[in-house]
Nanobody, 128 residues
C-alpha cells in the first residue's frame, strides 16, 4: 500500500493550492480518507476527514469555508482544495486512510499506526 501526496508549494497569503493523494494497493472508496498537517514544532492535527461509505465528514473550525476534499475514484486519487491560505497554514500536509471515520479521527491514529495508512507528506508554505 502506498499513498503519495503532491502539489505542495510556496504561495502567498490569500492564494490557493490543490493537494493530491494518489493511492495504490488500497481503494479509497473502502476507507475513510483524511488530510492532516504538522507545522514546525507542533503536533499533527487533522485538517479534513471524509468517509463516503459512512456518509460522514469532519473538519475543524479553522478550515471552514476554505478547504474541501474530493475524490477521483477512477484514478483512486483524493484531493484537498485549499483557498484563502494564511501563513498559519504553513505545514507538511499528509494524506491518510483508515477503516472508519472514527478510526481516522482517533487521537491514537498516527503515522506508523497499526491500522490504516499514511503518505510521506508534501510541504505547503504560505508567505506573508
Amino acid at each position: 500500500v502506498q499513498l503519495v501526496e503532491s502539489g505542495g508549494a510556496l504561495v502567498q497569503t490569500g492564494g490557493s493550492l490543490r493537494l493530491s493523494c494518489a493511492a495504490s494497493g488500497v481503494t479509497f472508496a473502502d476507507f475513510a480518507v483524511g488530510w492532516f498537517r504538522q507545522a514546525p514544532g507542533k503536533e499533527v492535527e487533522v485538517v479534513y476527514g471524509l468517509s463516503e461509505k459512512e456518509g460522514g465528514q469532519y473538519y475543524p473550525e479553522f478550515v471552514k469555508g476554505r478547504f474541501s476534499v474530493s475524490y477521483d475514484h477512477a484514478s483512486n486519487t483524493a484531493y484537498l482544495q485549499m483557498t484563502n491560505l494564511e501563513p498559519t497554514d504553513t505545514a507538511v500536509y499528509y494524506c491518510a486512510a483508515a477503516p472508519t471515520l472514527f478510526d481516522l479521527l482517533d487521537t491514537n491514529f498516527k503515522r506508523g499506526s497499526e491500522i490504516g495508512y499514511w503518505g510521506r507528506g508534501t510541504q505547503v508554505t504560505v508567505s506573508s
